[in-house]
């Protein structure tokens, strides 16, 4: 998955990660034109996956 996004982002003229930002921006811009504007910001303890218990 790795080798394809970064041909997809080589392709577009981009590095990895500022191709994985555009994506980002995309699928958030995409959300909220479905679900609404995500207003404020939300807590990092609610917004950070649980971390594992040994």
Do not use: C, Q, W
């Not at 994506?23 to 909220?32: G, Q, V």
């Amino acid at each position: 998955m790795l080798r394809k996004i970064g041909y997809v982002a080589d392709y577009e003229g981009r590095s990895v990660n500022s191709h994985i930002l555009v994506l980002i921006r995309e699928s958030i811009k995409k959300f909220e034109m479905e679900n609404g504007k995500i207003e404020n910001t939300i807590r990092p303890d609610i917004n950070v996956k649980p971390t594992r218990k040994n």
